[in-house]
């Protein structure tokens, strides 16, 4: 089971949410390799082997890197994921910005969203702490979602979807067929035998209403 880690900038804020995922959970990261997904980071190469270095001391095994420049790799960094979407090289930031920020435009606000195109596959797990994560297609059984903001999933939702994992009890689940494994909002869950029939199968949305897990309608 791979676990893709999406990094963005400022990358020191989203190590920070890491260490606090790692906390709360001390054996997440145990036995599980990782693929690093750095579209959205910014990073230069040294950049790129400073975070890969920052992984390591935290018992994080990088298996494998996607969404880097050709140029951004080798030199005893991981190998670029096979079948990884091509991206074009970035310039390398100008001497004033913000170490691990692109200088496209001025003052540019840090991603907060990931968007995945490809259904999430048995298997699986994406973690993004620093937003929402909006999955196109389906979350397969067996696969995991772990956002620190909401999570919308746009086809069927069967496998463990957890949302408002940095601390957040106004994140939500949203899905158009509800057949999960598990879902979890700021820490509290509910397994599929807890949930029974609810809107199985159907259009749904998840929030907190006190410490009590809701599941109603998505009209």
């Not at 920052?54 to 890197?65: D, F, H, K, Q, Y």
């Not at 140029?71 to 670029?80: E, I, N, S, W």
């Not at 048995?122 to 909401?150: K, N």
């Not at 879902?183 to 949930?195: E, K, N, Q």
Request: charged content about 20%; some cysteine; aromatic content about 2%.
């Amino acid at each position: 089971m791979a676990l893709v880690l999406a990094p963005v900038p400022p990358v020191a804020a989203w190590l920070e949410e890491l260490d606090a995922l790692a906390r709360r959970s001390p054996a997440f990261f145990v036995g599980r390799p990782v693929i690093l997904e750095v579209s959205a980071a910014g990073l230069d190469r040294e950049s790129l082997r400073a975070l890969v270095a920052e992984l390591s001391g935290r018992a994080v095994t990088v298996m494998g890197i996607e969404g880097a420049g050709p140029g951004l790799l080798g030199d005893g960094l991981p190998p670029p994921l096979a079948g990884g979407r091509p991206v074009e090289e970035v310039a390398a930031p100008e001497a004033e910005a913000p170490e691990g920020r692109m200088s496209v435009a001025p003052a540019p606000a840090p991603a907060r969203s990931l968007i995945l195109d490809a259904p999430v596959r048995s298997g699986q797990t994406v973690l993004h702490l620093e937003g929402d994560i909006t999955v196109m297609g389906s979350v397969a059984s067996g696969a995991e979602v772990i956002a620190g903001g909401s999570l919308h999933v746009y086809g069927a939702l069967r496998g463990r979807a957890i949302a408002g994992a940095a601390g957040n009890p106004e994140a939500r689940i949203t899905c158009r067929k509800f057949e999960p494994e598990l879902i979890a909002i700021d820490g509290l869950y509910r397994t599929a035998d807890d949930l029974g029939a609810v809107q199985r199968g159907l259009p749904a949305q998840v929030r907190l209403e006190g410490d009590a897990i809701k599941v109603a309608a998505l009209d």
